[in-house]
């Protein structure tokens, strides 16, 4: 009843910051961070990465409320750096590190492909006329030359 | 991480993947998961017209089944607009399909209406636009796109029953949506994950009445990992390392499809975080307006943090040399504030020329397009 608009969930609203840091008055090197539509998937994730670093003294996430979708992340640093920089290059950490893993899947899933029995080329029959119903390998890996720059 | 990921795929199907994870985070492991359950889009019924329905079975009850029919979804990403991103006023080609079902029976024998009876027609507007000057969305549809899935060899999805005299005849459109909305845009039907399967780590109990050993039979994950010893203390600072994932679709999409998808989703929400606590970001805006909700329009919400992180920024690229800096390139094109993010999803490969101070001088146009790939031409992303 209370529960907001499934697509509300996900969508920012008009004007709506999607981060917002505001910096801790008592605690040194100190930052709340609050994220606007996103939820565990990343908070958990961004949060694990921080206190992975060596310079975080403290990092934790929380959802507030289960109908409101935002998540705070705390983070406190040992002052070699600020809290934004330290969330930011946990960011780009775990960037890099899914970067790493999509090409491992790749390689794996050419592979599987190789391999011949069950890859993405199996997908034939009556529907698919031929062509592949569902784009294995087709879809993605078009566009993705990232490297154009 | 401890040492770089390892991935091991076990087994794959054309809808299905089971893979080892390695290396890697209990919450990574687990964010890949959420985000392949529930962040990926796909195509499904979103609007029933009933014109007629003489069957058994109410209206509702027939248009929530039509709305878990999966449809063929794969490169929805490119191939397809969301309804609130289109410029449309009320759903065109480029956001909708549009799906019709007319059965009527008279048969003296009861007669199934299953997804086969779906099909997929042109629409109110016809098909107004030659596939020569036909939006860019269009031309990267395969030549199914947005049809009920139909396995050779499979069933097709019983829908309702009918006898004579009965009817059923409806009008459909289908949209793109994720799952976070409604379940019926998941594309994956199942996904398992476990890790420790001789719960070494203690992360549950078994509950037994007599031997725990008899009541709790080990899984096939159990061979991957060596038993404990009888007499092993229990390690406290252990942690979680191998994860075994099964990744099952229902068809929308493939298993391959949803994986490089959900990472890629993964890297979309990380790079707008990235961007979000960066300050003076005035360009990236516009270009990747609604983009998987993360995004404002509103290039000046970016002028609006305050500017201390810009030296930060600086100062640090050059104290941590490996980790990526971002770079001054010139932006290649546009210019102002009206710059598009580019589609180029950059990744690890970003330029280390680190040129610090001011933040937002530092982004070249070319890298500050994270996400989705293609979206360079429409800046439409999902």
Same mark, same amino acid.
């Given at each position: 009843?209370?529960?907001?608009?499934?697509?509300?969930?996900?969508?920012?609203?008009?004007?709506?910051?999607?981060?917002?840091?505001?910096?801790?008055?008592?605690?040194?090197?100190?930052?709340?961070?609050?994220?606007?539509?996103?939820?565990?998937?990343?908070?958990?994730?961004?949060?694990?990465?921080?206190?992975?670093?060596?310079?975080?003294?403290?990092?934790?996430?929380?959802?507030?409320?289960?109908? +409101?979708?935002?998540?705070?992340?705390?983070?406190?640093?040992?002052?070699?750096?600020?809290?934004?920089?330290?969330?930011?290059?946990?960011?780009?950490?775990?960037?890099?590190?899914?970067?790493?893993?999509?090409?491992?899947?790749?390689?794996?899933?050419?592979?599987?492909?190789?391999?011949?029995?069950?890859?993405?080329?199996?997908?034939?029959?009556?529907?698919?006329?031929?062509?592949?119903?569902?784009?294995?390998?087709?879809?993605?890996?078009?566009?993705?030359?990232?490297?154009?720059? | 991480?401890?040492?770089?990921?390892?991935?091991?795929?076990?087994?794959?199907?054309?809808?299905?993947?089971?893979?080892?994870?390695?290396?890697?985070?209990?919450?990574?492991?687990?964010?890949?998961?959420?985000?392949?359950?529930?962040?990926?889009?796909?195509?499904?019924?979103?609007?029933?017209?009933?014109?007629?329905?003489?069957?058994?079975?109410?209206?509702?009850?027939?248009?929530?089944?039509?709305?878990?029919?999966?449809?063929?979804?794969?490169?929805?990403?490119?191939?397809?607009?969301?309804?609130?991103?289109?410029?449309?006023?009320?759903?065109?080609?480029?956001?909708?399909?549009?799906?019709?079902?007319?059965?009527?029976?008279?048969?003296?024998?009861?007669?199934?209406?299953?997804?086969?009876?779906?099909?997929?027609?042109?629409?109110?507007?016809?098909?107004?636009?030659?596939?020569?000057?036909?939006?860019?969305?269009?031309?990267?549809?395969?030549?199914?796109?947005?049809?009920?899935?139909?396995?050779?060899?499979?069933?097709?999805?019983?829908?309702?029953?009918?006898?004579?005299?009965?009817?059923?005849?409806?009008?459909?459109?289908?949209?793109?949506?994720?799952?976070?909305?409604?379940?019926?845009?998941?594309?994956?039907?199942?996904?398992?994950?476990?890790?420790?399967?001789?719960?070494?780590?203690?992360?549950?109990?078994?509950?037994?009445?007599?031997?725990?050993?008899?009541?709790?039979?080990?899984?096939?994950?159990?061979?991957?990992?060596?038993?404990?010893?009888?007499?092993?203390?229990?390690?406290?600072?252990?942690?979680?390392?191998?994860?075994?994932?099964?990744?099952?679709?229902?068809?929308?999409?493939?298993?391959?499809?949803?994986?490089?998808?959900?990472?890629?989703?993964?890297?979309?929400?990380?790079?707008?975080?990235?961007?979000?606590?960066?300050?003076?970001?005035?360009?990236?805006?516009?270009?990747?307006?609604?983009?998987?909700?993360?995004?404002?329009?509103?290039?000046?919400?970016?002028?609006?943090?305050?500017?201390?992180?810009?030296?930060?920024?600086?100062?640090?690229?050059?104290?941590?040399?490996?980790?990526?800096?971002?770079?001054?390139?010139?932006?290649?094109?546009?210019?102002?504030?009206?710059?598009?993010?580019?589609?180029?999803?950059?990744?690890?490969?970003?330029?280390?020329?680190?040129?610090?101070?001011?933040?937002?001088?530092?982004?070249?146009?070319? +890298?500050?397009?994270?996400?989705?790939?293609?979206?360079?031409?429409?800046?439409?992303?999902?």
């Amino acid at each position: 009843m209370n529960a907001i608009n499934r697509h509300e969930l996900f969508v920012l609203d008009e004007g709506e910051n999607p981060v917002e840091v505001t910096e801790d008055t008592k605690i040194p090197n100190a930052a709340t961070i609050r994220i606007a539509k996103q939820d565990h998937t990343l908070g958990n994730m961004v949060r694990a990465q921080l206190l992975s670093m060596p310079s975080v003294l403290f990092a934790g996430y929380k959802v507030p409320h289960p109908l +409101q979708p935002y998540f705070i992340i705390k983070v406190q640093t040992d002052g070699t750096i600020t809290p934004q920089f330290a969330l930011e290059t946990a960011c780009n950490d775990l960037i890099k590190m899914v970067g790493d893993l999509e090409v491992k899947f790749k390689r794996e899933f050419a592979f599987k492909d190789a391999d011949g029995a069950t890859g993405s080329n199996a997908a034939g029959g009556p529907t698919a006329g031929g062509d592949d119903p569902y784009g294995g390998g087709g879809g993605w890996s078009e566009g993705k030359d990232y490297l154009d720059f | 991480m401890d040492g770089a990921a390892i991935v091991r795929i076990r087994e794959l199907k054309k809808d299905s993947v089971n893979f080892v994870l390695e290396n890697v985070d209990l919450a990574f492991a687990n964010s890949l998961r959420r985000v392949v359950m529930a962040d990926i889009p796909s195509i499904a019924i979103d609007m029933v017209e009933i014109d007629a329905n003489t069957t058994v079975l109410p209206d509702e009850f027939i248009a929530h089944r039509l709305g878990m029919v999966p449809l063929i979804s794969a490169n929805c990403d490119d191939a397809m607009r969301y309804t609130r991103d289109c410029t449309c006023p009320a759903g065109c080609p480029i956001c909708s399909i549009w799906l019709q079902l007319s059965v009527t029976c008279t048969d003296d024998r009861t007669i199934d209406v299953t997804s086969d009876n779906l099909e997929v027609v042109p629409g109110p507007f016809g098909m107004s636009m030659s596939m020569d000057d036909a939006p860019e969305e269009l031309t990267k549809r395969g030549p199914y796109f947005g049809h009920p899935v139909n396995e050779p060899g499979a069933q097709p999805v019983l829908l309702c029953k009918i006898r004579k005299g009965q009817e059923l005849k409806l009008r459909c459109v289908a949209r793109k949506g994720i799952a976070k909305e409604h379940a019926k845009w998941s594309p994956c039907s199942a996904v398992s994950f476990e890790y420790d399967p001789h719960n070494k780590l203690r992360h549950t109990t078994h509950w037994f009445e007599v031997d725990e050993r008899a009541e709790w039979p080990l899984g096939p994950n159990a061979e991957e990992e060596e038993a404990p010893r009888e007499d092993q203390p229990f390690d406290f600072n252990a942690k979680p390392n191998k994860f075994y994932m099964e990744v099952e679709t229902d068809g929308s999409l493939g298993a391959q499809e949803v994986i490089m998808k959900g990472l890629a989703e993964l890297q979309t929400k990380l790079a707008n975080l990235i961007l979000g606590i960066k300050p003076d970001l005035d360009m990236i805006a516009g270009g990747d307006g609604q983009a998987a909700g993360a995004w404002g329009t509103d290039g000046g919400n970016w002028n609006a943090s305050e500017p201390a992180a810009g030296g930060a920024w600086g100062a640090a690229t050059a104290q941590d040399a490996t980790s990526p800096a971002w770079a001054n390139t010139a932006p290649p094109f546009g210019g102002g504030s009206s710059r598009r993010g580019a589609a180029s999803p950059g990744r690890a490969a970003w330029s280390s020329s680190p040129t610090g101070g001011g933040g937002g001088g530092g982004w070249g146009g070319a +890298q500050t397009g994270w996400g989705s790939p293609n979206r360079e031409t429409n800046g439409w992303a999902t």
